[in-house]
């Protein structure tokens, strides 16, 4: 369904400017005007963001919602220059009834706080960052897909902006949080992933910085999700870089795999991303009778699985079809009574409302 212009309005000036004074908006049309039918995991420019600075040792100002657009920085910006730079991800729901959801945003801002600490950064108290999650959200209110459609994907952002040009501290941060419609992460839709074991590229080592949201986490494997990609695969499924013999994680998402009752999945223990949608599925599945180790688990594990999985904010919960190690490929079973579809149903449902969130994981904007 794509839903007409006039049924659609941008913020009156007047709503604008009393945004940008931090009041809450007044009036907004429902939808933007946009095919909500056709969204995948790109970007899709919204209307505002939220920025907000601070110099080192120091507390962040308070943030401006501002119209979305480039950010200036010096040449010798340290994001720039030595990758001092961490986000987040994190999802805003629109109900059937209407509320608008956030899934747990006090644990990104908690999991900031430690990548930012990690990375000699400056970061957002636990209010503040909600806070600005929220605000981003609320002035993008017409990028929330309708039910069912998909959902706003906030990216708070914090990065060294200001310069320095020996491998130090930055003396300015800036941490922003823009937004976008997304639909599924993966091209293949809800269909099963194809994953490739790949033992050349790594993700992270021990002592790194694997276990944070860290930018500099992320353009070393392209070439790794590439290749795969050439080849037809969905994604990668990281080794750990000692043995090369245990499973870390899938290069956006966590990994579980299911043999019989047992759910097992890495443990983190610094190279692997806590991811807060990993913990949630954690305690769901144990809430539903399975049992759930965290520990090392061999990639020959992965290839006597009944299922595999993958977890993750943008990713959801997406079951994988096969996965390719040395030359091998396995199938896992698929159906309707999939471990991995149980998950993802209780997972969506409290998500948007629909069941019962006895966790208090679901924030109400209002
Ligand atoms: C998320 O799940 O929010 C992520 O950060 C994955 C991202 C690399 C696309």
Not at 46 to 73: I, S
Not at 87 to 110: C, H, M, S, V, W
């Amino acid at each position: 369904m794509i839903f007409s212009k006039a049924g659609a309005r941008c913020l009156t000036a007047h709503a604008a400017s009393a945004l940008r004074e931090s009041e809450p908006v007044v009036r907004y049309e429902e939808y933007a005007d946009f095919d909500w039918n056709n969204l995948g995991f790109g970007l899709t420019r919204t209307d505002f963001m939220y920025k907000a600075k601070c110099t080192l040792n120091n507390t962040f100002e308070q943030g401006q919602v501002t119209d979305y657009g480039n950010v200036e920085l010096s040449p010798a910006a340290g994001v720039l220059n030595y990758g001092q730079g961490i986000f987040e991800g994190t999802k805003a729901f629109r109900g059937e009834d209407g509320r608008i959801l956030l899934f747990r945003p006090d644990q990104n801002a908690i999991r900031m706080q430690t990548g930012a600490d990690r990375m000699c950064m400056q970061s957002p108290s636990i209010e503040q960052f909600v806070d600005a999650v929220k605000q981003t959200t609320i002035a993008n209110k017409r990028w929330i897909p309708p039910p069912g459609k998909g959902s706003l994907y906030l990216r708070p952002l914090l990065i060294g902006t200001g310069p320095t040009l020996g491998v130090s501290p930055a003396p300015e941060y800036t941490f922003l949080v823009y937004a976008s419609p997304v639909g599924n992460y993966f091209k293949e839709g809800t269909a099963p992933l194809n994953l490739y074991v790949n033992n050349e590229f790594h993700r992270a080592t021990r002592g790194g910085a694997g276990g944070v949201k860290s930018i500099t986490n992320y353009a070393p494997v392209m070439k790794a999700i590439l290749r795969a990609k050439e080849q037809g695969f969905s994604d990668v499924v990281y080794l750990d870089s000692v043995h090369k013999k245990y499973i870390e994680e899938v290069s956006s998402c966590n990994v579980f795999l299911v043999k019989g009752n047992v759910i097992s999945t890495p443990a983190t223990v610094g190279t692997i991303l806590e991811g807060i949608t990993r913990k949630s599925i954690i305690d769901l599945a144990r809430d539903l009778g399975y049992k759930v180790e965290e520990r090392l688990v061999a990639v020959d594990e992965l290839m006597e699985a009944d299922e595999v999985f993958t977890t993750g904010t943008a990713v959801s919960v997406a079951t994988v079809g096969s996965v390719t190690y040395n030359g091998q490929r396995v199938e896992y079973k698929m159906g309707d009574e999939l471990v991995s579809q149980k998950l993802y149903k209780t997972l969506v449902g409290i998500q948007v409302g629909k069941i019962e969130d006895k966790y208090n994981w679901v924030v109400e904007i209002k």
